[in-house]
Each structure stands twice: as structure tokens, then as C-alpha cells.
């Protein structure tokens, strides 16, 4: 499956950003992901964006969120960070197991498992 770039964003009042952070880092379905803007995460993914959809769901119930597919090569803005913008360039250099799991996590495991496959 091809890794592509999407952006999720969501207006959820009673969600705790935890809990939104901890889905994402130990989502297996992302590869990494970027979070310098409060409430606009950009990911990559092998998985469809449908898959996502599905996949996010359940934490954001009946609360707004829109996934959309993005172009991380024809971006432009202004963030304070010159990190921020780093992600973008390097987002798609072949990486072993993502950055976000943590050593050891079903998620890591899940992901590097996938990895292997290809």
C-alpha cells in the first residue's frame, strides 16, 4: 500500500486532548504523525482514509472530525517552529518502526510486523 499524508481535524468540546494524543500514538494504523497546531493533526498512513474514518470513530462518537488526504510537498502558512516544518520534508524517507510507538507497545509491534510484509 502506498504511505500518504492526511490531515485530522476535529471540533470535539468533551474530549480530552489525552485521549485524542494517546489514540494517535498508539493508533496501528499511522506511521507518524505532527501536532505544533491545537487541534490539527497531519498523519501518514498506508490505510485508506475510509479505514481511518472507522478507525478514529469511536473517539470522537457523535463529536465533528474531518480526515482529508493532503500534499505534503505543496504546503504553505506560518508556524513559529522551523521544526514544524521539518516533518513535512521527512515525512516520507523510509523509516523503520514509526516514531510515535513506544519500544515494546502492541502498536510498534503491530506496525513493524506490517513493515515486514512489504
Known amino acids: 500500500m502506498e504511505v500518504k499524508a492526511y490531515i485530522l481535524t476535529f471540533f470535539a468540546p468533551g474530549l480530552e486532548i489525552s485521549r485524542v494524543n494517546g489514540a ?5 494504523y499511522l506511521l507518524k504523525y505532527w501536532n505544533y ?5 497531519c498523519l501518514t498512513s498506508a490505510h485508506p482514509i475510509g479505514e481511518l474514518r472507522a478507525h ?3 473517539l470522537f462518537g457523535y463529536s465533528n472530525f474531518l480526515i482529508a488526504e493532503i500534499n505534503p510537498f505543496n ?6 517552529s522551523s521544526e514544524a516544518w521539518k516533518w513535512f520534508y521527512t515525512a516520507f524517507e523510509p523509516v523503520g518502526p514509526p516514531q510515535q510507538a513506544l519500544p515494546g507497545s502492541e502498536a510498534n509491534r503491530l506496525i ?3 513493515l515486514r510484509k512489504k
Not at 494517535?24 to 496501528?28: A, G, K, M, V, Y
Not at 497546531?37 to 493533526?41: Q, T
Not at 504546503?75 to 513559529?80: C, E, F, H
Open 24 to 28: 494517535i500514538l498508539n493508533s496501528p
Open 37 to 41: 497546531l491545537p487541534g490539527v493533526y
Open 56 to 58: 478514529f470513530e469511536p
Open 75 to 80: 504546503i504553505d502558512g506560518r508556524l513559529s
Open 112 to 114: 513493524v510486523e506490517a
